[in-house]
């Protein structure tokens, strides 16, 4: 009786992690760190260095970037917030991991410090909007306010010009994704990595297990550092993702490192022109779950 014990206790596949959230413990059940399936481990390039630039013959939308190497980006929507977001970047800072926040335009403009802490310590910023409408219900001088609105907050924070949006709740039309393309030169930034952090109840060990399961070679990771149960559950999940394997690069990284040198060519322009705007209509009410419709 005692071997097959002990072989069982050898065979397990879960711990317990501890993290502290607003002075009280948290457990999240973690599964062991192995290296991920059919995952090479090749030698990657620092990817604090790679470079940040887009392909000029790029794709207007992207969801994922199709590689076999164990390269990845997490995202963080709808901040900066003011206590949660320098919460966040501690945790990265600590793991020498760089993320991409598409920040919301009026949030960005109420907490120019963060959004400057952001740029500092090496991060991505890109455009999700003034105050998060649904995109299929403006028009197109009401899609242009919101964006360009945004793009001004953003430079004016940390003098950083952001290369990609993210439309709110993951909807736009074809139609706009090609004008967004056109005026601001922006992709739309979508995501294959999922774990509806927002949705009620909400739990830091559902966003470690979804994150867990879902999260492949070249995946693009949603989530939203304006939920404290998503920040929680960010130690266990990127010490995670790290001893499998994954490595983590900024979305425009990510871009440029698994696209073919015949396709990436020079850095593509930007041909957003300021000018000066009125206040754009007020958000519509709902979530980041809905893809990009024709």
Known sequence: MFLPR?????????????AQVTGSPLKIEVRRALPADDIPQPALPDTAKLPRVLPVNRQGVYSRCETKLPLIAITFDDGPDPVLTPRLLD??????????????????AAFPDVVRRIVEEG???G?????????????PESVDRQLRRTHDAI????????????PPYGAVRVSQRARIEKNFGYPAILWDVDPQDWQHPRSAQKVYDRIHSQTRPGSIIL???????????????????TARG???????????YTTPPE??????????QAIPLADPPPATAGKDTAKAVE
Request: proline residues 6%; glycine residues 6%; aromatic residues 6%.
């Open 246 to 256: 994954y490595r983590f690069a900024t979305v425009t990284q990510l871009i440029s």
């Open 263 to 272: 396709i990436m060519g020079p850095p593509a322009p930007n041909s957003l």
């Open 6 to 18: 002990l072989l069982a206790l050898l065979l397990s596949t879960s711990a317990t992690l501890t």
């Open 91 to 108: 945790l990265l800072k600590q793991r020498g991991i760089h993320a991409t926040f598409f920040l919301v335009g009026k949030n960005a």
């Open 155 to 166: 430079v004016k924070a940390c003098g950083t010009a952001p290369l990609l949006y993210r």
């Open 123 to 125: 991060h991505e910023v």
């Open 127 to 139: 455009n999700h909007s003034w105050s998060h409408p649904l995109l299929t219900q403006l028009g």
């Open 223 to 241: 989530c939203h550092d304006i939920h404290e149960t998503t920040v929680a559950a960010m130690p266990a999940t990127l010490d995670d993702l």
